[in-house]
T-cell receptor, first 114, second 114 residues
Framework: AQSVSQHNHHVILSEAASLELGCNYS??????LFWYVQYPGQHLQLLLK????DPLVKGIKGFEAEFIKSKFSFNLRKPSVQWSDTAEYFC????????????WGLGTSLAVNP | DSGVTQTPKHLITATGQRVTLRCSPR?????VYWYQQSLDQGLQFLIQ???????AKGNILERFSAQQFPDLHSELNLSSLELGDSALYFC?????????????FGPGTRLTVL
């Protein structure tokens, strides 16, 4: 069965530190990949997604992720975090196509200290 | 604000009872998805509807059912509730059924079963 693994459950950083959150998935076929973010008290929202083309994807708020097919990975990065990046981050994977089930990682809680 | 609304925000009920959660998708979105989020299992896809028809099914229990109405709002019915059904239930919507479509999430309904 498909699964998504997020390696870090809790991350604590100081402002201006660099961020990398790991995401690995188990499915071997063509996939679409997503990172969603949930800020405190807010709804889940899309940070970025990959479904074809350049494997380096840029999202909102300075985030980017790189799809490495050979490693089944889609790690999220940001060169310099801010206090406002404190949130829960979720990686999700779905088989390409229609009417597919999105499979989610358990999430990574990021706390950025000012 | 994602444009997806869910009611109620909180629901407290007893074991054995039946509840209905309601979701209104973003204007123009035809697909509705239901998810269950619990601490131990993370976000689990339950079911997807597109324009009134069921399109994909995930780990939805037989005690749970859903439907999408002609006005595109959706309801998730949970019956014979158990303590383990306590969770956050999210609804999301997207414009179509393609896997790469962004899903827009509502604020969730927090269900507590006592």
């Amino acid at each position: 069965a498909q699964s998504v693994s997020q390696h870090n459950h809790h991350v604590i950083l100081s402002e201006a530190a660099s961020l990398e959150l790991g995401c690995n998935y188990s499915y071997g076929g063509t996939v679409n990949l997503f990172w969603y973010v949930q800020y405190p008290g807010q709804h889940l929202q899309l940070l970025l997604k990959y479904f074809s083309g350049d494997p380096l994807v840029k999202g909102i708020k300075g985030f980017e992720a790189e799809f490495i097919k050979s490693k089944f990975s889609f790690n999220l990065r940001k060169p310099s975090v801010q206090w406002s990046d404190t949130a829960e981050y979720f990686c999700a994977v779905v088989k390409a196509g229609n009417n597919r089930k999105l499979i989610w990682g358990l999430g990574t809680s990021l706390a950025v200290n000012p | 604000d994602s444009g997806v609304t869910q009611t109620p925000k909180h629901l407290i009920t007893a074991t054995g009872q039946r509840v209905t959660l309601r979701c209104s998708p973003r204007s123009g979105d035809l697909s509705v998805y239901w998810y269950q989020q619990s601490l131990d299992q993370g976000l689990q896809f339950l079911i997807q509807y597109y324009n009134g028809e069921e399109r994909a099914k995930g780990n939805i229990l037989e005690r749970f059912s859903a439907q999408q109405f002609p006005d595109l709002h959706s309801e998730l019915n949970l019956s014979s509730l158990e303590l383990g059904d306590s969770a956050l239930y999210f609804c999301a919507s997207s414009v179509g059924t393609a896997a790469h479509n962004e899903q827009f999430f509502g604020p969730g309904t927090r269900l507590t079963v006592l």
